[in-house]
C-alpha cells in the first residue's frame, strides 16, 4: 500500500476539478479521480498516470455505493476528500425554471456531497482527514436568475459548518473553500446564456462579471487548487468549519441592469 496520503477528488476530470488533482500530485498525494465523462477520464489518466480514475454519476447514491465499496476495497483508507460536483444550472428568473432543471441542479450540486461523505467519514475517521466542499461566492451573495445554483452553493456551506461540529471531535476537519468566477468553460457558458437573455454581447456581460470584484479579474483554477492542497495539509490543522473565498474580493453578485 502506497504512504502517500489518498485524496478522492469528485469531477476531478477536467476544468477546476483535475486542477485540484494536478495539485494535489505535484505535492505528493495518491489520486482517486471521480467523473461522469469517459472521455475526460481517459485524457486525466493520461496526463496523471499514478492517478485511479472511477466512472460515476456522483448524483445517483446506488452508483456512489459502489464507489466506496471500490475504494475501500483498493485502498482501506482516504485522508482526504474533495468534494467539487456541480453544474451552473439554469439561467432565468424563478417562474422561468422547470422543476426537473431544479432537481437536477441540487441533486448534482447538493445531494452528491451528502452521498459521497457518509460513505467516507468511516474512512475519513480512521485517517484524523480533511473535507474539503467547493462552494461558490453564490454561496456568500445572493444572484439573480441563478435561483438553484446559489441554493445549491449555500446549502453545501450550511453542511460544512455543520459537518464541522458533528465531526471535530473525530479530529477530522471540514471547510468550504468560496471561487469567484473561475476562467474557463463553464462561466464562459453562464456568460453566453445571460448574454442571450438579455439580447446583448458576451463582451459585456464579461466585463460586467468582472467588474463584480475588487480586483477586477476572474480566478484561475490554480489559485483555488492551492487554497485546497492548504485546507488538506497539516499546515491548516486548526481551520475547520470555515466558508474560505478565493474571489479577489467579491464585491456584489447582483448582475446587471435589467
Same mark, same amino acid.
Given at each position: 500500500m502506497s504512504a502517500k496520503p489518498l485524496a478522492l477528488i469528485t469531477?476531478?476530470?477536467?476544468?477546476?476539478?483535475?486542477?485540484? /488533482?494536478?495539485?494535489?500530485?505535484?505535492?505528493?498525494?495518491?489520486l482517486l479521480i471521480v467523473d461522469s465523462d469517459p472521455a475526460a477520464l481517459d485524457q486525466a489518466q493520461s496526463l496523471l498516470p499514478e492517478a485511479n480514475v472511477y466512472c460515476c454519476d456522483l448524483a445517483d447514491s446506488e452508483a456512489v455505493s459502489k464507489l466506496f465499496a471500490t475504494l475501500t476495497d483498493l485502498y482501506q483508507r482516504l485522508d482526504c476528500l474533495v468534494n467539487n460536483v456541480g453544474i451552473a444550472g439554469p439561467n432565468g428568473e424563478l417562474d422561468d425554471i422547470s422543476v426537473s432543471d431544479w432537481d437536477r441542479t441540487l441533486a448534482v450540486n447538493l445531494s452528491s456531497a451528502f452521498y459521497t461523505t457518509r460513505l467516507a467519514l468511516p474512512l475519513i475517521k480512521a485517517a484524523r482527514g480533511s473535507i474539503i466542499n467547493i462552494s461558490s461566492t453564490a454561496g456568500l451573495f445572493g444572484c439573480p436568475n441563478r435561483s438553484p445554483y446559489v441554493a445549491s452553493k449555500w446549502a453545501l456551506i450550511g453542511l460544512t459548518k455543520s459537518w464541522a461540529m458533528e465531526y471535530g471531535k473525530y479530529g477530522i476537519r471540514v471547510n468550504a473553500i468560496c471561487p469567484g468566477s473561475v476562467e474557463g468553460p463553464r462561466?464562459?457558458?453562464?456568460?453566453?446564456?445571460?448574454?442571450?437573455?438579455?439580447?446583448?454581447?458576451?463582451?459585456?456581460?464579461? /466585463?460586467?462579471?468582472?467588474?463584480?470584484?475588487?480586483?477586477?479579474?476572474?480566478?484561475?483554477?490554480?489559485?483555488?487548487a492551492n487554497m485546497a492542497l492548504f485546507l488538506a495539509g497539516h499546515e491548516a490543522r486548526f481551520i475547520s468549519g470555515q466558508a474560505l473565498a478565493v474571489d479577489g474580493n467579491t464585491e456584489t453578485l447582483g448582475g446587471l441592469p435589467e
Amino acid at each position: 500500500m502506497s504512504a502517500k496520503p489518498l485524496a478522492l477528488i469528485t469531477a476531478g476530470a477536467a476544468g477546476l476539478g483535475f486542477a485540484i /488533482a494536478k495539485t494535489f500530485s505535484n505535492h505528493g498525494h495518491q489520486l482517486l479521480i471521480v467523473d461522469s465523462d469517459p472521455a475526460a477520464l481517459d485524457q486525466a489518466q493520461s496526463l496523471l498516470p499514478e492517478a485511479n480514475v472511477y466512472c460515476c454519476d456522483l448524483a445517483d447514491s446506488e452508483a456512489v455505493s459502489k464507489l466506496f465499496a471500490t475504494l475501500t476495497d483498493l485502498y482501506q483508507r482516504l485522508d482526504c476528500l474533495v468534494n467539487n460536483v456541480g453544474i451552473a444550472g439554469p439561467n432565468g428568473e424563478l417562474d422561468d425554471i422547470s422543476v426537473s432543471d431544479w432537481d437536477r441542479t441540487l441533486a448534482v450540486n447538493l445531494s452528491s456531497a451528502f452521498y459521497t461523505t457518509r460513505l467516507a467519514l468511516p474512512l475519513i475517521k480512521a485517517a484524523r482527514g480533511s473535507i474539503i466542499n467547493i462552494s461558490s461566492t453564490a454561496g456568500l451573495f445572493g444572484c439573480p436568475n441563478r435561483s438553484p445554483y446559489v441554493a445549491s452553493k449555500w446549502a453545501l456551506i450550511g453542511l460544512t459548518k455543520s459537518w464541522a461540529m458533528e465531526y471535530g471531535k473525530y479530529g477530522i476537519r471540514v471547510n468550504a473553500i468560496c471561487p469567484g468566477s473561475v476562467e474557463g468553460p463553464r462561466i464562459n457558458q453562464v456568460i453566453e446564456l445571460d448574454a442571450a437573455r438579455r439580447g446583448v454581447t458576451t463582451d459585456h456581460v464579461r /466585463a460586467a462579471y468582472e467588474a463584480q470584484t475588487s480586483l477586477n479579474t476572474f480566478v484561475a483554477a490554480e489559485d483555488v487548487a492551492n487554497m485546497a492542497l492548504f485546507l488538506a495539509g497539516h499546515e491548516a490543522r486548526f481551520i475547520s468549519g470555515q466558508a474560505l473565498a478565493v474571489d479577489g474580493n467579491t464585491e456584489t453578485l447582483g448582475g446587471l441592469p435589467e
